[in-house]
């Protein structure tokens, strides 16, 4: 196994080791898939980001900012700076948490609604160009697949892990 493994990083500049690297593979195409993603995103003014954290507030608007940090992984003032680029655009709304005055709740506005239902829209298409290669079967076994592996990794469902690493140092991670 080990000889294997030696004869393989001995290759050419790794290109077989890449080539036959699954991680790679995942790598090369989540990094794609974001990128295409991005250019979905663009003419929209969003990010993908702020995307997720909308998509968020459309399953439970009316959480607060500090759950919503919690939730994401991120640093509490990187939230800030998304919320209020997202009040900004007219999206979202802050307001005063009735139970607890000191922390503010966030809520999609009406505009805010109307894009999370064209985000629903263009997260479809997106799958579907992403995945138009895959019978029925074939898409409904990698989901399963990738979802196994998400498990693994103790990925929280619907939340991106580069949220753990906005706003914070090499050190800090």
Known sequence: MKKDREQQLSDADGAAFQEQSTAFLLTQVGTQVGIRFGERLFPHGLTPPQVGILLILAREDGVNQRSLADRLGVVPSRLVVLVDELE????IARGANAPDRRSHS??????GRAMTETLDTLVIEHDAALLAALSPEEKSQLRTLLGKIAAQEGLSPGVHPGYRFMGRRAKEL
């Open 88 to 91: 900004r655009a007219g999206l």
């Open 106 to 111: 966030i809520t999609l506005t009406a505009a």
